[in-house]
């Protein structure tokens, strides 16, 4: 059920990569909401996903952009604001990847290297972005601009690895940009910190299927789907949600705020 809350809102969407991505899923959510769109990831991840197919869905343009390269971003930015005839009302920051991860690397024995390419994707990328927004004047004021997080920035899961301190720093930049884009810009930045989901960054974490179940079992509610995170972003993006900013918004059916579950406890 659609309440048209973007309707005329501008946005620009990235990590959209297939069906099961987050991004993906508030793409859909905020063009039936009355948005428009641009889509945008990384050129490699245009020519291996699906994107275009989505593109032509939603009527929105695609357009490359590696997120850690400003070229890009600027690119990206200018060319979305023509798309859209204006300023944007919203970007949703969907990125993450880290490649001692995917390396199998084991957190004791990390490659540094590889580490700051992984703070470099997942989290500089977020500042550099902002940055490129910042100093385009490219957002209206009452704009919102979201970064998608996990709890592991808050607490130990020892398998999500560096991607703890990526997701740390990924919050922090919120917060601080949330404060200069807020003086002066009247634009909030948030980021929402999700459940275990089922997507390609998700279950490339070693065991996400057991960590999938514990959240689900642990929270009250049950873990929060990509769908219902849709739903979440589409009212942080509305008139509906002006005044939260800075901070770090836990979006996982009351997972964080729980210590013992008895029926995990049982189940156990
Ligand atoms: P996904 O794999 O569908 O999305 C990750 C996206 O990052 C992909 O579209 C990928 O192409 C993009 N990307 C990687 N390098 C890039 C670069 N250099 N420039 C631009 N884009 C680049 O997976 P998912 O799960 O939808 O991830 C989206 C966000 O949600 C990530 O920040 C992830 O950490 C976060 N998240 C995911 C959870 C999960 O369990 N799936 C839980 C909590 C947060």
Redo the contacts with the bound molecule.
Sequence with gaps: MAYNLLKGKRGII?????E?????KVAEKCVEEGATITL???P??LRF?E?QKLGEKLNAKVIP?????ME?LEQLIDQSMEALGGKIDFVL?????SINVRKKREYTNLNHDWMQKTL???AI?FHKLMQTLYNKDAMNEWGSIL?????AAQRVFPDYSE?AE??AL?ESFGRSFGYHFGVKKKVRVNT??????????????KG?KD??DYAEEMSPLGNAT?DE?ADYCAMLFSDMSRKVTMQNLFHDGGYSAMGINPSVMENG
């Design positions: 990235f990590g959209a990569l297939d099961q991505s987050i991004a993906w945008t990831n990384a490699v991840a996903g994107i952009a590696d997120a850690t390269k890009d920051h969907s990125i993450g990847m470099d994707i997942s990328s970064a998608l997080s996990y709890i991607m990526a997701k990924l929402l910190s999700q459940s275990p989901t089922w997507t390609t960054a998700g279950s490339g974490v996400f960590f999938f990509a995170c």
